[in-house]
């Protein structure tokens, strides 16, 4: 950023450091140095690789999103919310939009749980949004091609927490006020005989997805965004204060990763300050290093060592990113992640209805009748049973219950539709409604226990068997539709 520093002259004495777990070691800044270059990072970064810190990224364990929140089904969610206050609540748009951001809006008064877990839909939508921006600019440095590391999501307090005696002993000052500030972006990269830093600090404009035109950015976000990357010029010149001016090359600069260079233009004055701040289309591939303006140069053996001095102190002992700073680690984890994350996508299946399903659902809701509801449905076929006294007697035959009968090959959607069906009569507070599967499912069967899981709340789910025994009826004749 410009601004001049004295190299710090550092103390090499050996201190002990308690590495947790009861395990003690001797160690000073070489060491710690020389500990760095046995690590797989290092191996990568001497072949001229870009090495990701954390290795994965599991943004969805920050917020304790499921492993199915994707951005496409937040944003379904979200505008089916929306609707739901405008129809249902009567809100106008604006009101809506108010509401969800957590404002207060007249019409709604004292809300439940139901309109707050909307909100609350709206602000994990702008969480992983942001997350989703910082990932985009932190695959950008790694495309860069130069060998160094990218740290993404850098917590002071996790960099200095283990061998904060080996920083002061050594004459490192990192200011004590700055260890619970959390930086999106540091990269370190060799180059010559030093290391260019790159700073960045990552802001994504709150937006809903149902917008029409892009939105300008407030000017808050950009003065939030130097006032972080003044504190990460601080807490870099600190931790690496033992490396000659001429050798440490920063800089620093603001991404709007989602954010045009015309909307941009439009809140940063073009002919100054745009060229730090990285827009939309400067993440398109070439283009990041011409709007950094970095020159790419092979970094000499002073290079790598200054590299390596970076690397040592950002996550060779502390307790940023642990378990993600190497492969063998990133490997392993996912291993344990595998089974949470496949038991979550078994237990949130989503059910997307074709147009025949979606019309047979609105008549069986709306009419519950089979002479008003009988029409060809394509491959699916709607169809009322024939009891053993006629269609006018069934319904004394069953206790006086209109029963509606699902009728398809396998795999045309009979269980889905039905469930549907249930679902819209629970929103309608249908106190009793029973679920009628196929006659030669027992009670017992795995398909009947995912039914009572599904919709016990809703009515008695039983079988077949049980339910025609239950009213005295000894046999029932389907209709087919080839008669």
Sequence with gaps: MGKQREKKKVNLKMFKLSLGGGKVEKMNLDSLKQKFGKTESWIEILKGETVPVPREEYLKDLKKY????????????????????????????E???????????????ETGCKEDSMRKLYDNYKSYRAEKGEVLVKEAFLKLGLPGIVYRSVEVQKVIGNWRQLQEGSGLVIPRKKENDEFDMIAIFGKGDGILV????????????????????????FEKAWEQLSKSHNFITGLLGDIPTGALSIHAVSAFPMSTKVILEKVVDPSCCLRYVICKEDLAPGQLMSKLGITPTKPS??????????????SCLGSLHLGQR???????ENIKRLKKERDQVDSDVWQLLDDHQKEAIENMVNQM?????????????LSM????????????????????????????GKTMVGGEVVRRMKEKDTSALV??????????????????????????????DTLLTRHGVDRQKYKTPSG
């Design 66 to 93: 499921r492993v199915t929140d994707t951005l496409e089904r937040m944003e379904f969610k979200l505008r089916k919310a929306y609707q739901e206050l405008i129809e249902t609540f009567q809100l106008s748009h």
């Design 326 to 332: 190497e492969t063998s680690q990133a490997y392993h």
């Design 385 to 412: 049973s024939e009891g053993a006294a006629g269609p006018a007697e069934k319904d004394d035959s069953l206790g006086g219950q209109n029963l509606t009968f699902l009728t398809g090959a396998a795999g045309t």
């Design 369 to 381: 009748q089979l002479s008003s509801m009988e029409k060809d449905f394509g491959r699916l076929d």
């Design 95 to 109: 009101e809506a939009e108010k509401f969800l951001k957590g404002d207060k809006v007249e019409k709604m008064g």
């Design 301 to 314: 053996e002073e290079g790598f060592s200054h590299l390596q001095t970076g690397g040592s102190r950002l």
């Design 435 to 464: 679920i009628i599967t196929n006659m030669f499912l027992t009670d017992t069967a795995p398909l009947m226990d995912d039914l009572r899981g599904k919709y016990s709340e809703v009515g008695e789910v039983v079988g077949m």
């Design 198 to 221: 790159l700073l960045c600090e990552v802001k994504v404009p709150s937006t809903f997805p149902w917008d029409k035109e892009e939105y300008e950015p407030n000017q808050k976000l």
